[in-house]
C-alpha cells in the first residue's frame, strides 16, 4: 500500500491557462474523491467515481472543470481557462466499500 | 441539509495539558463520523472513526473521541498533547448511502506551547 499519490505537488500558471492534475489512488480501491480545499477552509467535495464512471458533480465543478478516470485507476482533474479564484488546494482520495477515504497529498494550483 | 460544525477555529494548549476539540453534527440519522488530521502542506491523515456500536472510539496517535447522540456531538480528546500534535484538525461525516462521499467542517487549528 502505498497510498494515494498527487502531482504534481504544486503548479503556478497564468490565467487563462489550462492544467491538469494528476491522481494515482490505492490500487484495491474502486472509488475516487476530487476535493479541493481553500485557506482556512475544510476541503469541499467537487466529484465522485466508482471505477471508471462518474456518479456525482458539485455544483462548485463549473464547466471549466472536467475529471476523468478513463480505466477505472488514475483520474485526472482539468480546469480550462483557470481563474484566480482557482488557487486552492486540491486533494484526491480513495476508498474501497469497507474503507475510509485516504488522501493524498495535494496539488496546491496557484494562479497569478 | 446533512452538515459539520467545529466551533472553534483556533485552539491553543500547552504541551502536556489535555485537549477537547469539538465537533457538532446534523444528520438525519445516525452518520458515520470522522477525525482527520493535517499537517502544514499535507494531505489528511485519519486519526479515528465512529460507524456504529460503542461510542467512545480509540484512534492513532493516543487520541480518542466520544459519539453522544443527545448531543449531536463528536468531541476529540487527548489526555497529554505533545508539541508534535500541533496541526489542523477536521471533524467530517456522511450518511448511510453508497457514496462515501464526507462533508467536512471548517477545522480546529491547535497551537501547542512549550
Known amino acids: 500500500d502505498t497510498g494515494v499519490s498527487q502531482n504534481p505537488r504544486h503548479k503556478i500558471t497564468k490565467r487563462g491557462q489550462n492544467v491538469t492534475f494528476r491522481c494515482d489512488p490505492i490500487s484495491e480501491h474502486n472509488r475516487l474523491y476530487w476535493y479541493r480545499q481553500t485557506l482556512g477552509q475544510g476541503p469541499e467535495f467537487l466529484t465522485y467515481?466508482?471505477?471508471?464512471?462518474?456518479?456525482?458533480k458539485s455544483r462548485l465543478l463549473s464547466d471549466r472543470f472536467s475529471a476523468e478516470r478513463p480505466k477505472g485507476s488514475f483520474s485526472t482533474l482539468e480546469i480550462q481557462r483557470t481563474e484566480q479564484g482557482d488557487s486552492a488546494m486540491y486533494l484526491c482520495?480513495?476508498?474501497?466499500?469497507?474503507?475510509?477515504?485516504?488522501f493524498g497529498n495535494g496539488t496546491r494550483l496557484t494562479v497569478t | 441539509a446533512q452538515s459539520v460544525t467545529q466551533p472553534d477555529i483556533h485552539i491553543t494548549v500547552s504541551e502536556g495539558a489535555s485537549l477537547e476539540l469539538r465537533c457538532n453534527y446534523s444528520y438525519g440519522a445516525t452518520p458515520y463520523l470522522f477525525w482527520y488530521v493535517q499537517s502544514p502542506g499535507q494531505g489528511l491523515q485519519l486519526l479515528l472513526k465512529?460507524?456504529?456500536?460503542?461510542?467512545l472510539v480509540q484512534g492513532i496517535k493516543g487520541f480518542e473521541a466520544e459519539f453522544k447522540r443527545s448531543q449531536s456531538s463528536f468531541n476529540l480528546r487527548k489526555p497529554s498533547v505533545h508539541w508534535s500534535d500541533a496541526a489542523e484538525y477536521f471533524c467530517a461525516g456522511r450518511g448511510g448511502g453508497s457514496n462515501y462521499k464526507l462533508t467536512f467542517g471548517k477545522g480546529t487549528l491547535l497551537t501547542v506551547n512549550p
Open positions: 467515481f466508482q471505477n471508471e464512471a462518474q456518479l456525482e
Open positions: 465512529y460507524f456504529s456500536g460503542d461510542t
Open positions: 482520495a480513495s476508498s474501497s466499500i469497507d474503507s475510509p477515504l485516504h
